[in-house]
């Protein structure tokens, strides 16, 4: 290392070629940090994609079963209602069948 010595009034000069190699040097260093940065935050946006799509798919399982679970109870409305329909027509048979037999 050979630096120029100064006098009292200015200090030792480091010389250019020796400067621009210590930018390069802290030039390389950032780009190392910011690349270690990014490699994160890339694992971060990941695992979050990776969450997202695991509660899409949960979702959309809660999704299909309400679907089945409305389905099934729709279901059993029109089968209680045609139920109903039956004993009206019944209880009118049985309502006539009691008039004629009381006539």
Request: net charge negative; aromatic share 0%.
């Amino acid at each position: 290392l050979h630096l120029h010595r100064g006098s009292v009034d200015s200090p030792p000069q480091i010389p250019p070629d020796l400067q621009v190699s210590r930018a390069v040097m802290q030039m390389q260093d950032k780009v190392h940090t910011d690349i270690l940065m990014l490699k994160h935050s890339q694992a971060d946006l990941l695992a979050e994609k990776t969450r997202m799509a695991s509660e899409i798919a949960m979702r959309e399982r809660d999704n299909r079963q309400l679907h089945e679970d409305l389905s099934a109870a729709e279901q059993e409305a029109r089968a209680l209602q045609q139920s109903t329909l039956s004993m009206q027509r019944r209880e009118a048979q049985l309502l006539s069948t009691r008039g004629e037999f009381e006539a």
